[in-house]
């Protein structure tokens, strides 16, 4: 069981949006703002697409959003490509004396 | 542009131990952090810990406290992560990823696959 909730699966046709949620608790998402969403197609190594909630690292396209609201943290993909497939996951800065981070268990999208 | 090499496969028994490496190129490797993340076959990713190479702290997931040493040796920029006492569960991808602040994991390793088999 993984320390944040996301949900499995996600799909959306060519040029639409979609949002995926990432559910934590006051401890991990809600105390932090260091939020991060990677993209991992399969066999390769995870991406950065996301960091401080809403920030995106250089060459990732405007087309991927982030944002937060309590325990609550979102991402958004808009104008779906087919080359978004993959698999995005969620990770959160948790705990206090003991700063650790925890992963959610990732969501498939599919481009339909 | 910093680049992350990580050392081969490994086959290994269980009950032994393994230890990846991760070697930084590009960058100032002291300056950042660096964590170990797997991935079980068909599963998600796991955090399982990170070092600080310029003070040499590591700090661990409750999980693997006790299992894992994460080590850098600044001279040669390299970080390592030993995990002992394995099991079949343990059969993962093992990925090391540079934390420039903020969980803000921006480049990654390419991946080790660790096969745990009697």
Redesign the interface.
């Known amino acids: 069981q993984?320390a944040l909730t996301q949900p499995p699966s996600a799909s959306g046709s060519p040029g639409q949006s979609v949002t995926i949620s990432c559910t934590g608790t006051s401890s991990d998402v809600g105390g932090?703002n260091?939020?991060?969403w990677?993209q991992?197609h399969p066999g390769k190594?995870?991406?950065?697409m996301i960091?401080?909630v809403s920030k995106r690292?250089s060459g990732v396209p405007d087309r991927f959003s982030g944002s937060k609201s309590g325990n609550t943290a979102s991402l958004t993909v808009s104008g779906l490509q087919a080359e978004d497939e993959a698999?995005y996951?969620c990770?959160?800065?948790a705990g206090s004396n003991?700063?650790?981070?925890?992963?959610?268990?990732?969501t498939k999208l599919t481009v339909l | 542009q910093v680049q992350l090499v990580q050392s081969g496969a490994e086959v290994k028994k269980p009950g032994s131990s393994v230890k990846v490496s991760c070697k930084a190129s590009g960058g100032t490797f002291s300056s950042y952090t660096i964590s170990w993340v797997r991935q079980a076959p068909g599963q998600g990713l796991e955090w399982m810990g990170r070092i600080i190479p310029i003070l040499g702290i590591a700090n661990y997931a409750q999980k693997f406290q006790g299992r894992v040493t994460i080590t850098a040796d600044k001279s040669t920029s390299t970080a390592y992560m030993e995990l002992s006492s394995l099991r079949s569960e343990d059969t993962a991808v093992y990925y090391c990823a540079r934390d420039d602040g903020g969980n803000r994991n921006d480049y990654w390793g390419q991946g080790t696959l660790v096969t745990v088999s009697s």
């Open positions: 993984s932090y260091y939020v991060s990677y991992q190594a995870p991406k950065l960091y401080e690292p698999d996951y990770s959160s800065y003991n700063l650790r981070v925890v992963f959610g268990g990732g």
